[in-house]
């Protein structure tokens, strides 16, 4: 396993091949399917920034790859307490706690959402691999929520295929630091990963993908310096409500990664809840839609925000 970054300058012999063909033949260990998600990831910077997997060599292109340690072989199953909000012979819905990772990756082999899933259904999809079965999307370790995962083939397509038409109803509630003045608004701004922190995502106008978030302010907190919103993702980028609201200049609560460097409040993770989730159906059509209560520690705080002298 490689386990350093790689820095690569193309001769003339390569000019002209796919980038990821070129690097599924430099390094064998890995599946061109991984180099491609190595790309998309943002994990091979090319001349200093970011490229499609189909990108043709030039001779002198500068590259760098950014390996990062191989997740577990597959999920096991493990006896985890689940919040199922719905369940059929297709798919459930879950409502996630603040701290579970969705599914094993390094440093994340065990105590996922995957691993309390295939202990309580037996069986998920298969399609999205050992590592990820029936996971449609995802939601981040320290945000809470509603999340659906597949249990066959048939309905991971029948959701898959929605997400890729923007037909998904989903709806955020955060607590954000600044008092947001206008009642609602939208932020279109590409994402990608940040260009020196690759764990990081950041707006990116040149190489990131689009991402549109729309908000609406559903209380201020003058107390506080604060304001309760919500989100509603038009897409699905990774982190997209964090970096957007940082961008926009009001961070979200408690998020170590995009919020404030001096954080006011002593928290376990950011005020992020997954409050609505809606999709039709992936067998039979029938719409549906579920909303999950604030955790107990949000609204806790919530209500103390409401308050003078927090």
Same mark, same amino acid.
């Given at each position: 396993?490689?386990?350093?970054?790689? $820095?690569?300058?193309?001769?003339?012999?390569?000019?002209?091949?796919?980038?990821?063909?070129? %690097? &599924?033949?430099?390094?064998?260990?890995?599946?061109?399917?991984?180099?491609?998600? *190595?790309?998309?990831? =943002? /994990?091979?910077?090319?001349?200093?920034?970011?490229?499609?997997?189909?990108?043709?060599?030039?001779?002198?292109?500068?590259?760098?790859?950014?390996?990062?340690?191989?997740?577990?072989?597959?999920?096991?199953?493990?006896?985890?307490?689940?919040?199922?909000?719905?369940?059929?012979?297709?798919?459930?819905?879950?409502?996630?706690?603040?701290? *579970?990772?969705?599914? @094993?990756?390094?440093?994340?082999?065990?105590?996922?959402?995957?691993?309390? %899933?295939?202990?309580? !259904?037996?069986?998920?999809?298969?399609?999205?691999?050992? /590592?990820? @079965?029936?996971?449609?999307?995802?939601?981040?370790?320290?945000?809470?929520?509603?999340?659906?995962?597949?249990?066959?083939? &048939?309905?991971? %397509?029948?959701? +898959? &295929?929605?997400?890729?038409?923007?037909?998904?109803?989903?709806?955020?509630?955060?607590? %954000?630091?600044?008092?947001?003045? $206008?009642?609602?608004?939208?932020?279109?701004?590409?994402?990608?990963?940040? @260009?020196? $922190?690759?764990?990081?995502?950041?707006?990116?106008?040149?190489? =990131?993908?689009?991402?549109?978030?729309?908000?609406?302010?559903?209380?201020?907190? @003058?107390?506080?310096? !604060?304001?309760? &919103?919500? #989100?509603?993702?038009?897409?699905?980028?990774?982190?997209?409500?964090?970096?957007? #609201?940082?961008? /926009?200049?009001?961070?979200?609560?408690?998020?170590? +990664?995009?919020?404030?460097?001096?954080?006011?409040?002593?928290?376990? =993770?950011?005020? /992020?809840?997954?409050?609505?989730?809606?999709?039709?159906?992936?067998?039979?059509?029938?719409?549906?839609?579920?909303?999950?209560?604030?955790?107990?520690?949000?609204?806790?705080?919530?209500?103390?925000?409401?308050?003078?002298?927090?």
């Amino acid at each position: 396993m490689i386990d350093k970054n790689i $820095e690569l300058t193309i001769k003339e012999t390569s000019q002209g091949q796919r980038l990821d063909v070129f %690097l &599924a033949e430099q390094y064998e260990e890995f599946t061109r399917s991984r180099i491609q998600n *190595m790309i998309r990831d =943002g /994990l091979v910077i090319v001349n200093g920034g970011t490229v499609k997997t189909g990108y043709r060599l030039q001779a002198g292109d500068q590259l760098q790859l950014i390996f990062v340690e191989d997740a577990p072989a597959r999920s096991v199953a493990e006896d985890i307490a689940l919040d199922v909000v719905y369940e059929d012979v297709d798919i459930i819905v879950v409502n996630k706690p603040q701290g *579970m990772v969705v599914h @094993p990756a390094f440093g994340h082999a065990q105590g996922t959402l995957v691993n309390a %899933l295939l202990h309580h !259904c037996g069986d998920l999809a298969g399609i999205n691999g050992v /590592l990820r @079965p029936g996971i449609v999307h995802r939601i981040d370790m320290d945000t809470s929520g509603l999340l659906v995962a597949a249990k066959n083939d &048939a309905a991971y %397509l029948g959701l +898959t &295929a929605q997400w890729k038409t923007h037909d998904i109803e989903r709806r955020y509630h955060a607590l %954000l630091h600044g008092i947001i003045p $206008e009642d609602r608004g939208s932020i279109d701004a590409p994402i990608g990963r940040h @260009p020196r $922190e690759r764990k990081k995502m950041a707006v990116e106008p040149k190489n =990131g993908r689009n991402a549109i978030t729309h908000y609406r302010v559903l209380e201020r907190l @003058p107390f506080s310096a !604060c304001t309760y &919103a919500e #989100m509603r993702l038009e897409t699905g980028r990774t982190h997209q409500i964090r970096v957007h #609201m940082a961008h /926009l200049g009001h961070p979200v609560v408690g998020d170590k +990664t995009y919020g404030r460097r001096k954080e006011r409040y002593q928290l376990a =993770g950011q005020l /992020l809840h997954a409050k609505v989730l809606g999709f039709k159906h992936p067998i039979h059509g029938e719409s549906l839609r579920f909303e999950s209560p604030l955790p107990d520690y949000f609204q806790q705080l919530l209500e103390e925000m409401r308050m003078p002298n927090v």
